[in-house]
């Protein structure tokens, strides 16, 4: 099976979305330490710069490593993603059990021209993210397709087996 990488405005996305979650964590951080800061431990406020300095590492090498990680794969038979920083997650759909596909993109996508094809089935969704949006069109209709076609055999098989 061979899969897909993402295009290099991906990394930028992701460095985006990865920075606001950094200033959600420092700004919480911040916060504590003005709010409580005299009356904080000494081991507290060290803990706290401790956990600053890992956000910033985080935010330096998450995004290069989750790019290089993600993969995705789209055969006739099923969805393959694969996607993770520290814990690698594989999701695998089989392409007869969708329900509906849908397009979607956030404010940060939309800077870089990007969205994500999110395909429903059964047991929940699963996301094909950081795609240029002209893939994400390819994907999506060539799924639609590949559904049609299924539905259509089995119309056809069911009226043959009566």
């Not at 460095?15 to 003005?34: E, N, Y």
């Not at 005299?38 to 803990?47: N, Q, S």
Request: charged letters at 25%; aromatic letters at 8%.
């Amino acid at each position: 099976m061979e899969y897909e990488k993402l295009s290099k405005g991906a990394i930028g996305c992701m460095f985006i979305a990865t920075l606001v979650q950094v200033f959600i964590l420092s700004g919480i951080l911040l916060g504590v330490w003005f709010i409580f800061g005299e009356r904080l431990p000494r081991i507290v406020k060290i803990i706290m710069l401790v956990l600053e300095l890992l956000n910033i590492i985080y935010l330096l090498i998450s995004p290069k490593i989750r790019y290089e990680r993600y993969r995705y794969s789209i055969t006739d038979d099923c969805i393959d993603i694969k996607e993770g920083f520290l814990f690698i997650e594989r999701n695998i759909v089989p392409i007869e059990r969708l329900h509906k596909i849908s397009i979607k993109k956030g404010p940060i996508d939309r800077m870089f021209n990007l969205s994500k094809v999110i395909v429903t089935t059964a047991g929940g969704d699963v996301t094909i993210r950081f795609l240029e949006d002209k893939k994400s069109h390819l994907i999506s209709n060539s799924l639609k397709d590949k559904i049609n076609k299924i539905a259509i055999e089995s119309k056809i098989q069911n009226r043959d087996d009566l």
